[in-house]
């Protein structure tokens, strides 16, 4: 074999792209000439093998390939058939790569019941009588004389917070691009204890959607608590504006005109007949008598009745 990779000038590579009947018959022999369709090329595998393709005619494989591997051991021994397998071609659809069980599962799919346990060298856990490098959990275990079993480590705190910077929560989501300012100004944001009060914290806020959840101080929607606007009536009410332009006159109707009276006839009067006017009589006019006073009407009225 040594022999054949150092002297090889090209020959048994061309003796294995030739091969292509041998190849079909070794196939055909394995899946019959119903499932086998017309040779699509060959892949060198190394010095001294090469595997023929042809198109896979398989129910339930479409865009699939037979691949044949031929090889030659030596210059005057005979080309031979390795193996005849059946591999997805570029177009073929296929499984996703295999993925352990225990990363399969994502934020969400835990539900009621389930059990996860975390693995025992997971680098997120430290064991808890290891300086945490968290203030607030040192004081913690100072003050009480014990500990969890385990506590977040340097890398468990950093990748939790990637993972909450960058999320629906963070500050490149679209509600914290649209929002009028940030959480960290806002009176239901409640801070964090530790190391990461100053990045994050939960919101309080009922209105908000993110009412419960952990937020990045860079957050923000429009249930901030210092957000004021102008009440005003949700119907528009334009200017009273009156166009001289589009206002159509009409002339007033005339009033009907009044009859003119006729002329009354002239009447003739028989002065025979016509009755005739007294004269009045002359009255006499008497002397106007001044008025008697107060005090001579009583005397009058005293001696009158002495009589």
């Known amino acids: 074999m040594t022999l054949l990779l150092t002297l090889d000038d090209g020959s048994i590579q061309r003796k294995l792209a030739e091969a292509v009947d041998l190849a079909r018959a070794a196939v055909l022999e394995d899946a019959g000439a119903e499932q086998v369709g017309a040779h699509v090329g060959v892949d060198r595998e190394d010095a001294v093998s090469a595997s023929h393709l042809f198109e896979a005619t398989v129910s339930g494989y479409r865009g699939w390939r037979w691949s044949v591997t031929v090889a ?4 005057e021994e005979p080309i031979t058939v390795s ?3 059946l591999i997805p071609g570029p177009e073929a659809r296929v499984a996703p790569a295999w993925v352990p069980w225990d990363r399969r599962v994502q934020a969400g799919d ?6 996860f346990p975390v693995e025992k060298d997971d680098p997120r856990l430290v064991p808890a009588y290891l300086e945490s490098d968290d203030p607030a959990v040192e004081a913690v275990a100072m003050e009480a004389g014990l500990g969890r079993v385990h506590v977040l480590s340097r890398h468990g705190r950093l990748d939790a917070a990637a993972r909450w910077h960058g999320g629906e929560f963070g500050p490149r989501s679209d509600m914290a691009r649209s929002a009028p300012d940030v959480c960290g100004s806002c009176g239901f944001f409640v801070p964090l204890a530790g190391s990461l ?9 009922d209105i908000s959607p993110a009412d419960g959840h952990v937020v990045d101080v860079e957050y923000g929607c429009g249930a901030h608590s210092e957000i004021e606007v102008e009440v005003t009536s949700s119907v528009p009410v334009a200017e009273l504006v009156y166009d001289d332009s589009l206002i159509d006159f009409e002339p007033a109707p005339e009033a ?7 002329p009354a006839e002239a009447t003739v009067v028989d ?6 006017a007294e004269t009045p009589e002359t009255a006499e006019v008497q002397p106007e008598v001044e008025p008697e006073t107060a005090d001579e009407a009583q005397v009058e009225a005293e001696s009158a009745s002495e009589h």
């Open 72 to 75: 030659l051991a030596g210059e």
């Open 83 to 85: 193996e005849v397998v």
């Open 110 to 115: 835990l539900g009621v019941g389930d059990i």
């Open 197 to 205: 009060s100053a990045a994050f914290g939960a919101c309080t806020n």
């Open 256 to 262: 009907p005109a009044e009859p003119e009276p006729e």
């Open 271 to 276: 002065e025979s007949e016509a009755p005739v």
